[in-house]
Each structure stands twice: as C-alpha cells, then as structure tokens.
C-alpha cells in the first residue's frame, strides 16, 4: 500500500531544504506538505491552544521555486502555527487520514546534544510520534554545502522508514558541513549528547529607560562531546543516525 507522508519544517514552507526533502521522499509514498508561513526555529514542542491557526494552499510556482523536480501530485499547504501545530493540523484535519510517516527538515543547522529539546524540527517530529506516526527528523550544518546531506540521505531513509520505534522517539538525522571527500562516512546508533552544540552567554546590547537592560545571546561554538554520541559524529566529520527520545 502507498504511504502517505507529511512533511514539515520550522525554515519556512519556501526553505530550499524541505524541497529537497520532498525530492527525494516522494518516491516513497504520496506528499503533503503543511509548514510554517515563516520562520519558526527554536519553537521546541511549542502549540497553540488559544489563537487560531489559518491554513493555505500553497502555490510553489508562485515564487519560481525550481529547485523540486516535480510538485506533480505534492499536496503543499502554508500555516500560521508552530512545527508541531504544522504536525497537528495536518495529520488531524487538512489529510484525509493519519499519515503512516512524518518528514520534518531538513533543517539548517544541527539538531543534536541538548539542542534537540529547543529544537522546532525535532518538535514536529516529537508530536508525530505522540500522534503515533513514525518521524524522522534531518537536519545539516549551517555552511551551505549540501552534496554529503543530498549522496546519502536516500540511503539513510531506505534503512530506517520501516524500523518503527517507541511512542515519543524519533529518528534525528544529522549531516555535516563538509565535502564528500570530507565525509568520513556513516555512524549508525548514535546517542544523544549531554553537551551543546554552542555554549550560550548573554550581552547587554542596550541600555533602557528605569533602569532596564536588552540582552542578546552570544554563542560560543564547542566541539566536545562524548564518545559515541551525535555531536562527536558531526565533530569528527561524519553522518550521525540515532534515535531521539522525549519521554523518561
């Protein structure tokens, strides 16, 4: 039976990423795709529950968008709320029925260690497997080469679609920045990080009126993790394929 497929993200329904998800997932099954109208990272778990959601048919050809083959068939949808609202609305009111899986990226920049439980990416796929539909979450380095993420995503996908997981896990799939030439290749069963990512400090960028203060977050990148973990895989130059888990 043709599955049917969800995909979201939290870069914006426009984000070439999840065009090049829709690219190559769309062999799988028949595609919808429901994500945000805007930019929604970091949005977590985050749902709305008191302000109302509007959804839109959304035209790809609008915007001259060449970079998916064929939206022959994609059934694409713009909305107003968060990944997991995208996740909700979708599989409970815009698709005729549940969809047997969930998509959701790919995301520019990693979604590994601790990062996951801000992540917005993550937080779609999170709601599917509350949802009780199998996830996978991918994400890539924010450098802007694609080729490591678009030579092996297929294979990564044909491995792990039908492997179904524990209610509240996911598949979180991260691929590093780099050449192929780069890439040292696949590590299979990662776990998640204790570590981040970037270690976050905030600076007073201005001073205000009575005596408040603006702050701003300013990252600083780490690149210490521990053995066998997601972040070591990126760190270390290869592909890192685990299993997320959002329930004690």
Not at 24 to 51: F, M, Q, T
Not at 224 to 236: H, N, P, T
Request: with cysteine.
């Amino acid at each position: 039976m043709k599955r049917k497929i969800l995909i979201t993200n939290d870069d914006g329904i426009a984000f070439d990423g999840l065009l090049r998800l829709v690219n190559v997932v769309k062999e799988y099954g028949e595609v919808w795709i429901v994500a945000p109208d805007g930019e929604r990272s970091a949005s977590s778990h985050c749902i709305n529950l008191h302000d109302p959601i509007d959804i839109y048919p959304y035209d790809y050809s609008v915007d001259s968008i060449n970079l998916i083959d064929s939206m022959n068939g994609v059934k694409a949808f713009s909305c107003s709320g968060t990944p997991a609202d995208c996740v909700r609305v979708g599989s409970l009111a815009v698709m005729p029925e549940k969809p047997d899986i969930v998509f959701s990226g790919i995301n520019k920049g990693y979604n590994a260690g601790t990062d996951i439980q801000y992540s917005g990416t993550c937080g779609a796929a999170f709601e599917a497997s509350f949802q009780g539909i199998q996830a996978i979450a991918v994400s890539e380095g924010f450098g802007g080469q694609h080729i490591v993420t678009d030579t092996f995503l297929k294979e990564i996908i044909d491995q792990v679609i039908d492997r179904k997981l524990e209610f509240g896990q996911i598949w979180n799939i991260n691929f590093p920045n780099c050449s192929l030439e780069e890439c040292k290749g696949i590590l299979w069963d990662r776990k998640v990080s204790r570590g981040l990512f970037y270690k976050d400090s905030y600076k007073v960028i201005q001073e205000l009126d009575n005596g408040g203060k603006r702050y701003f977050v300013d990252g600083r990148r780490v690149e210490e993790s521990e053995e066998g973990s997601d972040l070591r895989a990126i760190f270390d130059g290869y592909i890192s394929v685990g299993v997320a888990n959002n329930v004690s």
